[in-house]
């Protein structure tokens, strides 16, 4: 007899069917039922009948499927014994009930295979965590070919994959793409989470910021993966997420087991904004290490790299971190160019010792100085990399990743160490460690700036166990160093994902600081990730990468709807930029409570300028921040409709200045914008709120408090 298993969440639902024999089948994921709900029923009305051209007994599309009897789609697991079939098929299934969640096992009696799928809903914000643990119990070697960490069945309302893609300095990109019969699949070889993150997004059409339904699938792994939506001939939809393996990556002796790397899903009726209400609390409360959970104070960062570059010494950082600290930062860190010998990227790492040229006594000076200025101190570091030209590399030239005999190509003059090695993540363990006891360091900027190629450790393939080794330095690291946070970047926004999440405190998102690239990449990395937890940065003008000279005000509006930090020079200022940088970070420290804790939505008004609001999650008080990169079709710019404001409120609003300074000759009435202005919120979210908004690179920052 099928069996029919539910959990339930404050407002969503997960049920399946499970047979006696074969793999379980999604019946329902959606809003809650009720608790009278047949289960039967629903599978009985819901069955589709038989169709000619068929199996006499057709295999419905289920959460694990399988090849090689009856099922002509994408397998969620495949693989072969040594001098085996390969064709896999569950004999029994068994449920078990877990801690708001659900626990199928599966086994093959033939092949002696055992697969568990876990299956976690996460009860106040309606995400669902799947894995997959796979066990072989047989006489003989298992080669994995593939174990996706989720399979779901989509409802018929799905007809387009949103997609993420990007390269360096341009992540972010969003693209809508039309499902017709067959497979549509994006697949990571970087041996990171790559420039496109591991989301997966599905849904109707019309989907919007506010409105339309999504399913939307985040990979929490760090390495290569592979997200998918296969059409079959039916018009039956599957999206499959999961760690991409290499052909003989993973060979299960007779006991051993692999475990796929977890994968989140959530469901939204409300559009791109119902996916972040889902995963801002969700991160926010399961995933980011304890040290950097809600409570954790975003301090302001000075990062030294678009300053300075490679040109640092004690003397300059010294004069740089009293002007940081002169417009209101809290957090110095020193970037690259610190270290043995280091000049350029062509030499020096692996060897995490200051440069005896550069910093004589040590780092301690500095960070004595820096600390007198009411700063803590930052440090950047690579420890997945060596240089061929290092110390290290000298001594251990075995230690990189190589294919024995072939050559080993650089990208950026620099090697991966070899991660799946104990020894390896010992000696870095053991540099890192002393760096970290000798001096008062409080974050780390943990980079990893090149791709992984070739994948090989001890002349097999590795990419996986090479990412788990990083995950276990990490881990050593921070139990070694709790206080000490971890910032992830890899090329700017290339290792972005609730793996390294929850050994870090902070992600950076792109390389990339001009504010308009920001605002595109900045709303794409904020889908998923908080907004806490995204490192934002005043570039200088003009900036490094476009050549744009936006204003200041625009840049530091910018950056402060994430982690708020600066890279220009505040030496380099002119009197008027510094004294708006500085009224801007003392606006951030003003509002990060309501800014690291709210309810964050992101629209675009209806002539295409950028907006986004922070919402106290009472409706007492907002932030919006509202630009245009370009310039309007017409004259008189269309309303800002505000929208998630309490319907029965009314709400004082005040115009942050520095105003734009051709925009703010266009406001009506600015004197009565100074003194305030008190509307309520049903005229804000359906009339809206005009302002001058039609030139381009224009910025207001809309303050509103209950009244």
């Known amino acids: ?67 090689g009897f009856g099922w002509m789609g994408e397998p969620a697991i495949s693989g072969v014994h040594d001098d085996a079939d390969g064709a896999i098929n569950w004999s029994s299934a068994d449920v078990e009930h877990t801690s708001n969640g659900l626990e199928v096992t599966l086994r093959d009696d033939r092949t002696r295979l055992e697969v568990r799928l876990s299956y976690v809903l996460d009860s106040p914000t309606g995400v669902l965590t799947s894995r997959m643990r796979l066990i072989n119990h047989g006489a003989r070697p298992f080669r994995l070919h593939q174990a996706m960490s989720v399979c779901v069945p989509l409802p018929a309302w799905v007809k387009e994959a949103v997609s993420l893609s990007g390269d360096w300095s341009r992540e972010g990109q969003l693209a809508r793409i039309p499902l017709s019969p067959g497979l549509w699949s994006q697949t990571n070889r970087t041996g990171r989470t790559g420039f496109s993150g591991s989301t997966l997004m599905a849904g109707e059409p019309a989907a919007s910021d506010h409105a339309g339904r999504l399913i939307v699938i985040h990979l929490a792994w760090s390495g290569n993966h592979q997200l998918s939506i296969e059409t079959l001939a ?46 801002h609390p969700f991160v926010r409360t399961r995933i980011l290490p304890d040290a950097a959970g809600p409570r954790a104070v975003r301090r302001v960062h000075f990062n030294t790299w678009e300053a300075a570059y490679f040109d640092v010494d004690e003397t300059s950082m010294k004069e740089v971190a009293a002007a940081a600290a002169a417009v209101g930062v809290e957090r110095f860190i020193l970037d690259d160019g610190w270290f043995a010998g280091r ?11 200051a440069d005896p040229v550069r910093f004589r006594h040590g780092l301690g000076p500095l960070i004595d100085a820096v600390r007198a200025l009411g700063m803590d101190f930052g440090l950047w570091i690579e420890p997945e990399m060596v240089s ?14 190589h294919a024995p005999g072939a050559p080993r190509p650089g990208m950026r003059h620099q090697l991966w160490l070899d991660m799946a090695r104990g020894e390896v993540r010992d000696h870095i363990f053991d540099q890192i460690s002393t760096l970290l006891s000798g001096n008062a360091i409080t974050c780390v900027k943990w980079d990893c700036n090149r791709f992984m190629f070739p994948a090989v450790s001890a002349g097999a393939p590795a990419a996986g166990r090479v990412v788990r080794g990083t995950y276990d330095l990490m881990d050593r690291l921070r139990a070694a160093h709790p206080s000490v946070e971890i910032e992830s970047c890899a090329s700017g926004g290339a290792r972005m994902d609730l793996a390294v999440l929850k050994r870090a405190s902070r992600l950076w998102p792109s390389d990339a600081t001009d504010a308009l690239e920001r605002i595109r990449i900045q709303r794409s990395a904020g889908l998923i990730f908080p907004p806490e937890i995204i490192g934002a940065h005043v570039g200088p003008a003009p900036n490094p990468i476009t050549g744009r000279h936006l204003p200041m005000a625009l840049r530091a509006r910018v950056a402060m ?33 309501l800014l690291h804790s709210g309810r964050m939505l992101r629209w675009r008004t209806d002539d295409g300028a950028e907006a986004v609001i922070s919402l106290s999650r009472d409706g007492g008080e907002a932030l919006c921040l509202v630009c245009r990169s370009d310039t309007a079709p017409e004259a008189e710019a269309a309303p800002v409709m505000i929208p998630g404001l309490a319907a029965s409120a009314s709400y004082r609003i005040t115009l942050h200045e520095p105003w734009p300074a051709i925009a703010s000759r266009r406001l009506h009435d600015p004197a009565a914008w100074r ?12 009339a809206g709120l005009r302002l001058p908004l039609s030139d381009p690179m224009t910025a207001w920052l809309v303050h509103l408090e209950r009244v």
């Open 1 to 67: 007899m099928p069996r029919y298993e539910r959990i339930d969440g404050a407002d969503r639902t997960f049920a399946i069917l499970v047979n006696q024999t074969g793999a379980p089948e999604l019946l329902y994921f959606g809003p809650r039922l009720s608790g009278e709900a047949d289960l039967a029923q629903m599978a009985a009305i819901l069955q589709p009948g038989q169709r000619e051209s068929l199996p006499d007994h057709p295999v419905a599309p289920s959460l694990c499927p399988t090849n």
């Open 234 to 279: 039916s018009g039956r939809r599957l999206a499959m997420a999961g760690a991409h393996l290499a052909p003989g990556e993973v060979v299960l002796a007779t006991g051993a087991s692999y475990e796929t790397p977890e994968a989140h899903l959530c469901l939204s009726e409300t559009g791109f904004n119902g996916v972040s209400d889902a995963f």
């Open 343 to 353: 000049r350029s990227d062509s030499s020096s790492l692996g060897d995490w010792r």
């Open 388 to 401: 061929p030209d290092s110390d290290l590399y000298r001594a251990h030239p075995d230690w990189c990743l």
């Open 561 to 593: 709807f994430g982690h708020m930090g600066v890279e220009a020079d505040p030496r380099r200022l002119s009197s008027e930029d510094r004294d708006t940088l500085s009224a801007h970070i003392a606006l951030y420290k003003r509002y990060r409570p």
């Open 675 to 686: 003194r305030g202005r008190v509307i309520s919120a049903d005229i804000l979210s359906q």
